[in-house]
């Protein structure tokens, strides 16, 4: 038994579970250990409470108190899973495959697929007590191993590579949505499997757009001198996704939002180098960007942009707990990846943003995302 299983099953026993019930999801990946299979993601799901992306599932997982696993999945994916017991069945036999091995009265579901497992596990036996467990295994996934460590920083130096490929071949006049092709084929043609997300590359031009429009990216907005380009991307490879920002400018930046970016870069920074691990709370990132913020004279363009929000951890899923909110109240740990991503707007000008994969190390942390944080002005020449 893997040291990852022998921690799922210590947590299922914990919580009084006889089996746990996965569908397509994060948590399927996450037990069976295998990143071949494909399944489908919605970036906002842990954001907008875990909501579920599937009804139907195309595999499902079962693994008891005492660690029998089983995958049922049907034909077209029963490949997917090497080093796995796996049954194969079909969408409308699924219930009936289950039903030979599932056992206990209590089990643990996740929210993919929720009611169509709830619904099944209740065909197979009236009896049985269903148990939302789409967290119970968020303290196990929380820390990564060494592999997915590695993992999380190939995707992060992949990212960096990316968006300076990108920088270096924007031709003025492009389009917003041209800016966005070049990053897809980009990602495509080197092996990338999807986005973690609808990826953004923001145009905002200086002195074209009120207040009221500053969350407004027309994908048809051209690139001209006074452009701010703010982006959000982030890839996803063998199961694991990252998640990058930065702001860029195309032309020369007024010295107030040139400087400004150096500060929330150098926030970032800060923030980065005073982790402790087990000592520094995750609720805390908010408020010591902020403070240095305040300190370099940029509070007001800061605070009604973050809201006490600062980022979130980061593997299977983009955005994983916890959050990096006041109401998460629990210290790094040496494992933890997560994505801080503090942001500014100068209204009628532009958004700015710096986002960074950073990982907890056992004495301190290091940022992922490598990208020169002195980049700003390009297109210049």
């Known amino acids: 038994m893997s040291v990852r299983r022998e921690k799922i099953i210590s947590a299922m026993k914990n919580a009084g579970l006889d089996g746990l019930l ?29 909501q579920s992306s599937h009804i139907l599932p195309e595999a499902v997982l079962w693994l008891s108190s005492d660690n029998e696993c089983i995958i049922v999945a049907i034909p077209r994916i029963k490949d997917d899973f090497p080093g796995c017991k796996v049954i194969t069945s079909y969408f409308d036999q699924m219930e009936d495959t289950l039903s030979f091995f599932v056992k206990g009265k209590r089990i643990g579901i996740g929210a993919d697929c929720y009611q169509w497992l709830k619904d099944t596990l209740k065909e197979i036996d009236s009896e049985i007590e269903t148990i939302d467990a789409e967290h119970l295994l968020k303290d196990i996934r929380k820390v990564k191993d060494e592999n997915e460590i590695a993992q999380l920083r190939k995707l992060a130096r992949f990212t960096d590579e990316a968006i300076m490929y990108v920088a270096n071949n924007f031709k003025e006049g492009m389009t917003m949505a041209e800016a966005e092709d070049m990053l ?84 970032q920074l800060h923030m980065i180098n005073t982790i402790v691990p087990y000592k520094t709370n995750v609720n805390s990132t908010y408020k ?94």
Request: aromatic letters at 14%.
């Open 22 to 50: 996965f569908a397509t999801g994060a948590n399927l990946q996450y037990v069976s250990e295998c990143t071949k299979y494909f399944w489908q993601r919605s970036c906002m799901n842990n954001i907008a409470g875990a």
């Open 184 to 267: 897809m084929r980009y990602g495509m043609e080197r092996g990338m499997d999807d986005f973690s997300f609808p990826p953004t590359i923001g145009f905002k031009t200086r002195g074209t757009f009120t207040p009221e429009q500053n969350y407004d990216f027309p994908r048809t907005t051209r690139l001209v001198p006074g452009t701010g380009i703010a982006f959000d991307i982030g890839f996803m490879k063998d199961g694991y996704c990252s998640d990058w920002g930065r702001t860029l400018y195309w032309g020369k930046a007024p010295e107030y939002i040139k400087e400004g970016y150096k500060v929330l870069n150098d926030a």
């Open 288 to 381: 010591t960007i902020t403070d240095y913020v305040n300190e370099h004279g940029y509070g007001e363009y800061f605070r009604k942009q973050n809201r006490g929000m600062n980022g979130h951890q980061i593997g299977i899923d983009c955005h994983e707990f916890p959050m990096l909110m006041d109401t998460e109240d629990e210290p790094f740990v040496p494992g933890m990846v997560f994505c801080s991503e503090p942001k500014m707007m100068f209204p009628g000008e532009m958004y700015m943003r710096v986002e960074d994969m950073v990982l907890i190390t056992e004495t301190g942390a290091e940022s992922l995302s490598i990208f020169p944080r002195d980049m700003f002005e390009i297109g210049n020449d």
